[in-house]
C-alpha cells in the first residue's frame, strides 16, 4: 500500500476510533454504581426537593454526551425539563474523569412560584455538621462539580406568578472564575416577544446591548471586589426610542417613545440577592406620551375621583429612582396645551400607585393658570387621581360660600391649607 494511503486511512480511522473511546468511557460511567448515586442522591440534595428521571442517554453524534430526560423537579407548583444534555471535556474523560464543558437544557418550563418553592426548602436544608467529614472533592463519583464554561437554553418558558409565559433562547459563555463572557438572549413568545439582548466580555467591563420596542438600550457594567466580601456592579445606560409599553407589557398605562439615560449600582453577596439590592437612577423624556386610565382635564374639571379616560402629552419627562423593586417618580413635568402638570408618584413591590400632582388648567374665569392638587392612586394597571380632602373641602367653599374664587381656586386654597393643618383634613 502506497504510503499516502496510510496515511489517509490514518485520518479517517483515528477520530473513528477517538470517538469510540469516548463514547466507551460515558457508556461506563453512566451504567456505573457512582453515576446512579451522583443522580439520585446530588441532584435532589441540590435543589432541596426530591427530582424524578424519565431516563438517561448516552450520545454519540454529532458530539458525546450524558443526556438526562423528563427532568420533573417535584416542587409545588412542579420545574420541568424536558431534556439536559451535558457535553465533557475530552482530555479529562480519557483519564477517567468527567469534567462537564457545555450544559443544553431544552424545552424546560418553570414557574416563578416553583423557583420560589425551590428557593426555599434549599435554605432549609440543614448544613453539615462536620466540615473535615464533607470529602474536599467527589472522587468517589469521578466527577468534577464546577460551572460549565458554556450554557445553552432553548424554548425556556417562564411563567410568572400572574401565569403569564414568556419563552427565551438564550446562550452564555463563562471563564474559569464563573463570570460570563459572551453572551445572547432573544425573548421567543410572550409580551418581549422580538427583544434580543446581548452582553459581550471586553477588557475591564461588559459591553451590553437590548434590541425592544423598536429601539434600543446600550451601555456598559462593571463588576468588583467591595468591603466585607461583598461584589459591587456598576453600569451605565442610555435608551433610544424605546416604545415605552414595551418596557411596561403587559400594562399600557403609558405610551411613547422613550429617551433616557440610567445610572446603576448594587452591592450583594449572592447574584441572588440582585434583584433586591439593585438601585438605579435615570433622566428620562417621553416623545408622543399618552397616559391611558387618567384623564387629567377632567379630574380637574369634576371634582371627586377620575378613572378612565386618556391624556396627551406634547412632552412628559422627570427622574426615576428605584431601590430593588419600589420606584419612585420624581420631578414630574408633562404639557399639554393647556395643560400642564407637576409633581412626584412612587410604586410599591405590588404596583401600587401614591403621589401628588399639581395640574395647571388654562381658566378664563380665574384670568390664568390654575394650579389644581390631585392625589394618586390605584395600581399601575388601574391609576386613578382625586382631589385630596383637604382640596374638596375648599372645592365647596369656592362653590358654594365664595362663588368668585371658583371651584378650582377653592381647590387650590383648600389642600394648602389641609397642608398646614394635617389631620383635620386628611390626605
Sequence with gaps: MKKWMWWVTGLVVAPALM???????LQRWVHSDDFRGFVADQVSSAVGVPVELGSIDVDV???????????????QPPLTLERIIARPSYAPLLRGRLEVKTVIVRNAVVPQAAVAAIGAAFRKKPAPADKAATPAEPAATGVKVAMPRKVVLD?????????????????AEFDE?????????????GHLA?????????????????QIGGGTMAGQLKLASG????????GELETRNVEIAALTAPSRTLTGKLEASTTLKAEFAAPSALADVLRTQ???????????????????????????????????????????????????????GVLSASGNVAMSPNKALSGRITVDLVSGAAGGALGIPLAVGGTLDEPSVSL????????????????????????????AIGTGLKGLFGK
Design 194 to 210: 422580538g427583544a434580543k439582548a446581548s452582553v459581550v466580555r471586553e477588557a475591564d467591563h461588559w459591553a451590553v446591548r437590548v
Design 227 to 234: 468591603d466585607k466580601a461583598l461584589s459591587v456592579l456598576q
Design 388 to 415: 385630596s380632602r383637604g382640596a374638596l373641602v375648599g372645592a365647596a367653599i369656592g362653590t358654594v360660600i365664595a362663588p368668585g374664587l371658583g371651584t378650582g381656586g377653592g381647590a387650590k386654597i383648600g389642600d
Design 61 to 75: 453524534w454529532p458530539l458525546p454526551a450524558v443526556a438526562l430526560n423528563h427532568v420533573r423537579v417535584l416542587s
Design 155 to 171: 424554548g425556556i418558558s417562564w411563567v410568572s406568578e400572574k401565569g403569564l409565559t414568556t419563552t427565551v433562547d438564550a446562550t
Design 19 to 25: 470517538l469510540a473511546v469516548i463514547a466507551l468511557g
Design 177 to 189: 472564575a464563573g463570570l460570563p463572557g459572551n453572551a445572547s438572549l432573544e425573548v421567543k413568545k
Design 282 to 336: 435615570t433622566k428620562f423624556t417621553v416623545r408622543g406620551a399618552v397616559v391611558h386610565g387618567v384623564d387629567l382635564a377632567q379630574a380637574v374639571k369634576a371634582v371627586g375621583t377620575s378613572r378612565g379616560g386618556e391624556t396627551h402629552l406634547d412632552a412628559l419627562a422627570g427622574n426615576v429612582v428605584t431601590q430593588g423593586r419600589a420606584v419612585q417618580l420624581n420631578s414630574l413635568v408633562a404639557t399639554s
